[in-house]
């Protein structure tokens, strides 16, 4: 695949190659180093000093960020109980995929609402970060005003993500990599926050864009895993539907974020962007807490790779998630309480989740 990287003699967008692996590893040493002995705002006095100066977050946006977590919350009890629920049981689901049918469904309604709106952002508007990568720091300056656009795309994701902290605690059924899932939140919510905070917008759309795609092929693929046997019946038509989307996520997993991301991205914020604003303020912050992002890819392809090794050797006959435990809670379906948005039980240390009484782990 190739970037763009400037401008041809007739005004067209001049398209070079992409850096590959080795470019991108040892110009970000180089860099890194360089900006290292250069550092205007290392040290815990100078990052005080540069973070008065640069963040800009004002408090009606802190406080409308509260606000659409809050109503994200609420928004998905209300689908789970009046709409995802009663439409899994009407599908005669079961019992233990009605239990979490409703969390995929949620999720991949949201994710394909938002992944179109960066697709949007980024192919049917004026931006051409994904195109020209170095270019999201072209005319940086502090505290610059922020497009309407990308302020309601990064609000929309802002408050998902904190949202999504409490849920994966209180609300998902919990799996083997939930911990870490929660770390991931935490660590996107701190790069959409502070992204916003000191105008690093236009890269944050790109790494949007670049993840939220397999979250709609993940949640595709496990909806049509439990759809696949309802009503007692076997359905092929689901079970072919299941396989393609493990495969199309799969494929896309390693070319979004294994590829376009760490030569796309990590290149633009690591080099790029010292080309482009020398010193430019919290860069090994920021850089961190992408390179940390790309560690948590790495562990979930394993998963990936540990799924497709199992269906090679024969060890898996279907498509399944390997992340989840298999426990007898799984087993165990409490009485259904449609009427009850309700997520506690009395037992002390336990939830209900979706339906199932599940140790509290955090």
Not at 46 to 52: D, F, G, H, K, Q
Not at 200 to 227: A, S
Not at 277 to 298: G, S, T
Request: charged fraction near 20%; proline fraction near 4%; charge should be neutral.
């Amino acid at each position: 695949m190739e970037g763009s990287t400037g401008l041809s003699e007739g005004g067209g967008v001049s398209l070079e190659p992409l850096p590959g692996y080795t470019e991108l590893l040892s110009a970000s040493y180089r860099t890194l180093l360089g900006a290292l002995k250069e550092c205007a705002d290392c040290g815990l006095e100078p990052s005080a000093r540069a973070l008065r100066e640069h963040a800009h977050l004002a408090p009606s946006e802190v406080a409308l960020f509260f606000v659409c977590a809050v109503l994200w919350t609420e928004l998905r009890r209300t689908l789970t109980a009046h709409v995802f629920e009663p439409f899994a049981w009407w599908c005669r689901l079961q019992p233990k995929d009605v239990a979490k049918m409703p969390e995929s469904a949620w999720k991949l309604v949201f994710y394909t609402m938002s992944w179109s709106y960066s697709t949007y952002l980024l192919f049917f508007s004026s931006y051409t970060f994904f195109q020209n990568p170095p270019s999201v720091f072209h005319d940086w300056k502090s505290g610059m005003s922020v497009p309407t656009d990308i302020a309601i795309a990064y609000l929309i994701q802002g408050s998902f993500y904190g949202h999504s902290i409490y849920a994966t605690v209180y609300m998902d059924a919990w799996r083997k990599d939930s911990k870490v899932m929660v770390l991931h939140h935490i660590i996107t919510l701190a790069l959409i926050t502070f992204s916003y905070a000191f105008r690093y917008h236009n890269i944050g759309v790109l790494v949007l864009f670049l993840h939220d795609i397999n979250d709609i092929q993940l949640e595709f693929t496990k909806l049509n895993v439990y759809f696949k046997t309802r009503g007692g019946s076997y359905y092929l038509f689901n079970d072919i539907l299941s396989n393609m989307g493990s495969v199309s996520f799969s494929i896309t997993w390693f070319w979004f974020r294994l590829y376009w991301f760490p030569l796309k991205v990590l290149y633009a914020s690591c080099i790029s962007s010292q080309q482009s604003v020398p010193n430019i303020p919290f860069y090994f912050f920021f850089n961190a807490l992408l390179f940390a992002l790309l560690l948590m890819n790495i562990y979930w392809f394993l998963f990936i790779v540990l799924f497709v090794v199992k269906v090679l050797t024969g060890q898996m006959k279907e498509v399944n998630d390997v992340r989840e435990y298999e426990e007898d809670d799984f087993q165990k379906l409490l009485k259904a309480r449609r009427d009850d948005n309700g997520h506690q039980d009395s037992g002390e240390g336990k939830h209900i989740q979706n339906g199932f009484r599940k140790e509290k782990h955090l």
